[in-house]
Every structure is written in structure tokens, then in C-alpha cells.
């Protein structure tokens, strides 16, 4: 059930996790070659009846965050299962869980039991705001701490409300947190032989993320406002909306760049007013800078600016929608997107893996498991069950394989 081709072949994830966070980790986890086994109740990941769009039985939603993992359905409410469960975590290098705290401790797979049978298991649990302080048992989601953290407040126009990130970045940064903290107790637990339990809280990763606007708080005492589509620090870093409508991006944050887009915009005169000679100087009158690069932007249409701005060496992006980025040529030449497939013929496609290794071809990937599809084989592979007992398993209702329509 491994891929020696990826270069974590060889280690065994257990993904105990719902929704986003936790399988966005474990995808990335599988993705570099780890052989996740995707324990799910009899229901399924709640994911997998997200409205609106499906492939067979599995919403869209799942399908973009479950691929390269196995699935085994098993009923946890029941003693047995409990058992089989704890089996599995002790078969595996790493345990992945996004329950709140406690939750977890009550299915009979506490961290410390489990650790103290099996030292070198490395555990992470991801919750919206930790295993410990005050709000450690609040239920959170993406939007919540994505409000909690500030960094909402700092999204949207100037003068309209707050609005959440459409990337949902709460779950997403708790997840690849997750997996950078796994990986370092990988790397450490080869020469020490011993595990860790990694903490990932979803608000902890938001603060983290504030980055130099909240060193700029810190420092300052000011309380940013909406940003809008503009750089608190550098006025010739924002969108501009061309003579077509669509928006233009520049990040001219060099003083070279800034000569640059003056001659790309035939705005010659301007490097020569004390008022915009430097970066300073052009912060302090952005107010009077930024009406003459709006004007001068609404004379032509935006790919047109793009190829100006490119040619002069300034760094520039017009604003895509979701389908003109999907079919961008550099998207699609870096194999950003896949197209997936499974032994039923079952087609999806799906965002792909960022994290490339040069001299090596990108290898297959496992379109996402039917709920309960592995069971069966995880059970006889990594348990050593023979096909008597997982019969029994299965007339039991231990062990439970969905059906999955084609």
C-alpha cells in the first residue's frame, strides 16, 4: 500500500480527521508518499454529502482534499471497534486527529496510553484553539478564527464591512502546520527514537500568519484598518482597474520599478516631485499619488498593461477568475491540475500537489477512496487479520463497506 517513488514511503498515517483541516494535511502527507489509512464512522467524512456538485456518491468537496489515502469504515460506538482502532494507531508512525479536546480520549484513544505502549508514535491533534487556555473546548471553524484572529478585520474595502478570506486559510494553514510539525518530529524521532505530540490550534496559526502587520501593531499601537487592495506600506503595491474593467495587479516596490511604471504610464513628470521621489515620500502623499495611477490605468485594457508592465520588468498579475486561473499555461504545465480516476471509471479533477522535486516525474495519484473501500485489505495487510475474522467483522457490523453508486 506504499509508493516507493515519494519520499515518505514508508511511513503509515492514521487520518482520524474530518471536514478541512485535517484531510487537507493528510493529502499532503500522502501526496509526499505516506500510506494514510482514512478511518471513518459507518456514515462517512460529513464531507462526503456536501452539496452542490458530486461524483457518484462523493461530494466535490471531498473529493479535492481525499486523494492518495485508503478507507476503512468502523463503528467506534461499539467496544470492537474501539479495539480495532486502537490497533491501527499503534500499527502506525503517525496519528492525525481534529476533534476538540477530549473527544478523542473518550473513543479509548488517549495520546498517553497510546504513547506509553509505543514511544516513537508521533500524534497530532489540530482544534481551533489548542489543547489548553480558556476557550480549549469552544467549537471553531475556518470563519471563526479567521474573525477571532483580527486578520478579518483587516479584509475588504476601507469603507465597507469585514469579510472572510474565499480561501478558506483557517483550515488550510492549521493543516500544513500540522504537517511541518510532523514532519520535524519525523526527522527528530530517527535519531532519538521517541515521538511528540504536536498541538496545532487553528487561531494559533491566524495570529502566527498577521506576520509583519502585527509587529507593525505591536510596535506601533495602531489598529489597522481594511486594506482594501492596497499595502500599508507601499502605495505602488495594490490593484488598479484598467479601461476594460478588469483589475490589474502591481507590486512596484522598488525604486527601479518605480521609474519603470512611471514611463510605462506616461506619467514622466512624477519622479521629479519632491512629493513622490521616495517610497516615503509616496506613502505620506498617497492620497494625492494614487487619483493619477487610477486615471492613467483606465486608458487601456488590462492584458494590455500586462504585457507594458511585464516588458518593463515590473511584477504585475490582471485578476483571474477561478476558470481563467485553472486554465492559466503555467498552471497547467506545472500539473496544478489533475485528473483522477478510479477502477469504476469514476473522473474528477482536482487543484494538485504544489510541492515538486526537480529530476523526478510526478507520480500517479490514487483517486480518493469510496467509504470503507480498504477496509477489508487494511484489516488483512496491516492488522493480519485472516478472511474468516474480517467476515465476521463485516456480519458484525464492526467493520462496515458503504455502497458506492457508479
Known amino acids: 500500500m506504499t509508493d516507493p517513488a515519494r519520499p515518505l514511503a514508508g511511513v503509515r498515517v492514521l487520518d482520524l480527521t474530518i471536514f478541512l483541516s485535517g484531510p487537507f494535511g493528510t493529502q499532503i502527507l500522502g501526496d509526499l508518499g505516506a500510506e494514510v489509512i482514512k478511518l471513518e464512522s459507518p456514515d462517512g467524512d460529513p464531507t462526503r454529502h456536501l452539496p452542490p456538485y458530486f461524483v457518484a456518491d462523493d461530494s466535490a468537496y471531498y473529493l479535492s482534499i481525499n486523494r492518495n489515502k485508503h478507507s476503512i469504515a468502523l463503528d467506534l460506538k461499539q467496544p470492537e471497534g474501539r479495539a480495532l482502532a486502537r490497533r491501527l494507531a499503534l500499527s502506525c508512525d503517525v496519528v492525525v486527529e481534529n476533534f476538540r479536546p477530549g473527544v478523542i480520549d473518550r473513543l479509548g484513544l488517549s495520546y498517553d496510553d497510546l504513547a506509553a505502549e509505543k514511544p516513537a508514535l508521533i500524534w497530532c491533534s489540530i482544534s481551533g484553539f489548542g489543547q489548553d487556555g480558556p476557550y480549549r473546548d469552544r467549537p471553531a471553524y475556518d470563519m471563526i478564527v479567521q474573525a477571532l484572529s483580527g486578520g478579518m478585520s483587516m479584509t475588504g474595502q476601507p469603507d465597507g464591512p469585514p469579510v472572510r478570506a474565499a480561501i478558506p486559510i483557517g483550515d488550510l494553514a492549521a493543516g500544513m502546520y500540522g504537517v511541518i510539525g510532523i514532519l520535524a518530529a519525523l526527522a527528530e524521532s530517527r535519531g532519538s527514537g521517541r515521538g511528540r505530540r504536536v498541538d496545532i490550534s487553528m487561531l494559533d496559526c491566524q495570529i502566527a500568519m498577521l506576520c509583519y502587520q502585527a509587529s507593525y501593531h505591536l510596535q506601533s499601537g495602531v489598529v489597522p484598518g481594511r486594506q482594501g487592495r492596497g499595502h500599508d506600506s507601499i502605495p505602488t503595491y495594490r490593484g488598479f482597474t484598467a479601461g476594460d ?97 478510479d477502477a469504476a471509471g469514476h473522473e474528477a479533477r482536482v487543484a494538485g500537489n504544489p510541492i515538486k522535486f526537480t529530476a523526478a516525474a510526478e507520480p500517479p495519484h490514487r483517486y480518493p477512496p469510496a467509504l470503507g473501500a480498504d477496509g477489508a485489505t487494511i484489516l488483512h495487510e496491516v492488522l493480519g487479520l485472516d478472511a474468516a475474522s474480517v467476515a465476521a467483522l463485516l456480519g458484525r457490523g464492526i467493520v462496515r463497506v458503504a455502497d458506492h453508486g457508479d
Not at 504610464?265 to 492620497?287: C, G, K, M, S, T
Open 245 to 341: 474593467g478588469r483589475d490589474v495587479v502591481i507590486t512596484a516596490n522598488t525604486e527601479r520599478m518605480w521609474l519603470s511604471l512611471c514611463e510605462v504610464l506616461e506619467l514622466r513628470d512624477l519622479p521629479a516631485e519632491p512629493r513622490y521621489a521616495a517610497n516615503a515620500d509616496r506613502h505620506r502623499h498617497r492620497d494625492t499619488l494614487l487619483p493619477l495611477l487610477e486615471a492613467a490605468f483606465l486608458t487601456r485594457p488590462a492584458h494590455e498593461w500586462a504585457e507594458l508592465l511585464t516588458r518593463a520588468g515590473i511584477a504585475n498579475g490582471v485578476v483571474n477568475t477561478l476558470d481563467q486561473s485553472l486554465a492559466d499555461p503555467q498552471v497547467l504545465h506545472r500539473q496544478m491540475v489533475l485528473d483522477l480516476t
